[in-house]
């Protein structure tokens, strides 16, 4: 099993448990939710968090798909 690395960074702090005898159809209810909530932050948030994701990669040295964009293909 690969190890999880979360994408928010953190590697300490509390371990968030969830019931390992949830049903498929609860699994799935829960993860709806989630994304439901994602869409709904993204929707309100959608301008200031593309700037802040794109000063994090730039500060970080990677570059965005659109920062090298050209009228050619890749191949």
């Avoid at 928010?8 to 005898?21: E, M, N, P, Y």
């Avoid at 909530?37 to 959608?46: D, F, K, M, P």
Wanted: proline residues 8%; glycine residues 6%.
């Amino acid at each position: 099993m690969k190890p999880y690395h979360p994408s928010s960074g953190l590697r300490t702090g509390l371990d968030f448990l969830i019931c390992a005898d949830w049903t498929p159809g609860q699994a799935l209810a829960v993860v709806e939710i989630l994304d439901d909530l994602r869409e709904r932050i993204w929707n309100h948030y959608q301008l200031s968090l593309f700037d802040l994701i794109r000063e994090d990669r730039s500060l970080s040295g990677e570059s965005l798909p659109d920062d090298e964009w050209t009228d050619e293909p890749p191949f």
